[in-house]
């Protein structure tokens, strides 16, 4: 059996959870697990407008790869999926997704949640939080 991975930043909407549920589907599989990250209005008490994303995409893209193979020594998992926005990303809108399918439950839940821990401590993506009274860049270098 081939294993499916698909990797994507983009500016416009992330597809929708059903349509990337079926990129990682596998008849093989028992447990899906999907992470949605969304842009949420508020952060330690300040009103949030909205988030922006900048990436040096090739680089994010072999990392994202990487850290799938890190997840696959650790988890029996099948197939994944992971997208994530660049540009303006206004609250309520999702900004990254992650999705991964095994054979039990267990080994997607973990890896989803490697994957998103490790998406934001090693990809070379950046977040500036957007306030009423100002703004902040996060992420793996402080910055673009």
Same mark, same amino acid.
């Given at each position: 059996? +081939?294993?499916?991975?698909?990797?994507?930043?983009? %500016?416009?909407? =992330?597809?929708?959870?059903? %349509?990337?549920? @079926?990129?990682? %589907?596998?008849?093989?599989?028992?447990?899906? +697990?999907?992470?949605?990250?969304?842009?949420?209005?508020?952060?330690?008490?300040?009103?949030?407008?909205?988030? !922006?994303?900048?990436?040096?995409?090739?680089?994010?893209?072999?990392?994202?790869?990487? =850290?799938?193979?890190?997840?696959?020594?650790? /988890?029996?998992?099948?197939?994944? %999926?992971?997208?994530?926005? $660049?540009?303006?990303?206004? $609250?309520?809108?999702? +900004?990254?997704?992650?999705?991964? +399918?095994?054979?039990?439950?267990?080994?997607?839940?973990?890896?989803?949640?490697? =994957?998103?821990? !490790? =998406?934001?401590?090693?990809?070379?993506? /950046?977040? @500036?939080? $957007?306030?009423?009274?100002?703004?902040? /860049? @996060?992420?793996?270098?402080?910055?673009?």
């Amino acid at each position: 059996m +081939s294993v499916k991975q698909h990797f994507e930043l983009m %500016a416009e909407d =992330l597809p929708g959870v059903e %349509a990337i549920m @079926k990129q990682v %589907a596998d008849d093989g599989a028992g447990g899906t +697990s999907v992470f949605v990250g969304t842009t949420r209005d508020t952060f330690q008490g300040k009103r949030v407008v909205q988030l !922006e994303y900048d990436a040096y995409t090739p680089m994010a893209i072999c990392i994202l790869k990487t =850290l799938t193979e890190e997840a696959r020594v650790r /988890w029996a998992i099948k197939h994944v %999926a992971i997208y994530h926005r $660049v540009g303006c990303v206004p $609250v309520g809108q999702s +900004s990254v997704i992650v999705a991964v +399918s095994s054979a039990h439950r267990g080994d997607a839940i973990h890896a989803t949640e490697f =994957l998103i821990d !490790e =998406l934001k401590a090693r990809c070379p993506i /950046w977040k @500036k939080e $957007v306030y009423e009274d100002g703004s902040v /860049w @996060k992420g793996v270098c402080n910055g673009p």
